[in-house]
């Protein structure tokens, strides 16, 4: 299984779009949008920002394993 690292975010506030490289050995838990710089947490149940608002969900979920463990 390849493990895609690219992933749009989208902020909810202002509907910026901005692409990412995820980091494969560690969560990212904020992320400030580059547009209206507000300060992203993920949603309750979600491990990261990127299985919040990225169009890819994080490396350690897209391979079936606890994410940040």
Request: charged share 15%; net charge negative.
């Amino acid at each position: 299984m390849s493990v895609i690292l690219e992933s749009v975010i989208t902020c909810p506030h202002c509907n910026t779009e901005y692409a990412e490289t995820m980091p494969v050995n560690a969560c990212m838990y904020f992320y400030e949008c580059t547009n209206c710089k507000t300060l992203l947490k993920p949603a309750a149940g979600d491990c990261c920002v990127f299985c919040t608002y990225g169009t890819v969900k994080c490396p350690p979920i897209q391979m079936n394993k606890s994410c940040c463990a």
